[in-house]
Nanobody, 126 residues
Framework: QVQLVESGGGLAQAGGSLRLSCAAS????????MAWVRQAPGSERDFVAH????????DYADSVKGRFTISRDNTENTVYLQMNSLKPEDTAVYYC???????????????????WGQGTQVTVSS
């Protein structure tokens, strides 16, 4: 059973940085696409970034392009989200999500992801 455990959230000032980690277990992750998704209070979950584990290709939501970087460590089975130039509107619960490459659906669609972590809170003060 795939398990995802996020860490690294917290409080940051606008303009600051945080790095989120997602420790993955229970699967052969070279066959997965991993994503970060966030949910602000009163809002739906929104796609932030994804990485295809095997080839390392990435893509980002327009709102975070140039500020956030998704990466993975094959030896540690961990996915990271480096967040720079944080803005108050980045405040949200950030979730790590995974889907097998054989599963359908766009990598940008939150509903395409089958496995989810418990989430980690990121709060950015102005």
């Amino acid at each position: 059973q795939v398990q995802l455990v996020e860490s690294g959230g917290g409080l940051a000032q606008a303009g600051g940085s945080l790095r989120l980690s997602c420790a993955a277990s229970g699967g052969t992750f070279s066959s997965y696409t991993m994503a970060w998704v966030r949910q602000a209070p009163g809002s739906e979950r929104d796609f932030v970034a994804h990485i295809t584990w095997g080839c390392g290709s990435t893509d980002y939501a327009d709102s975070v392009k140039g500020r956030f970087t998704i990466s993975r460590d094959n030896t540690e089975n961990t996915v990271y989200l480096q967040m720079n130039s944080l803005k108050p509107e980045d405040t949200a619960v950030y979730y790590c999500a995974a889907k097998h490459l054989l599963n359908g659906g766009s990598d940008h669609y939150v509903s395409s992801y089958y496995y989810w972590g418990q989430g980690t809170q990121v709060t950015v003060s102005s």
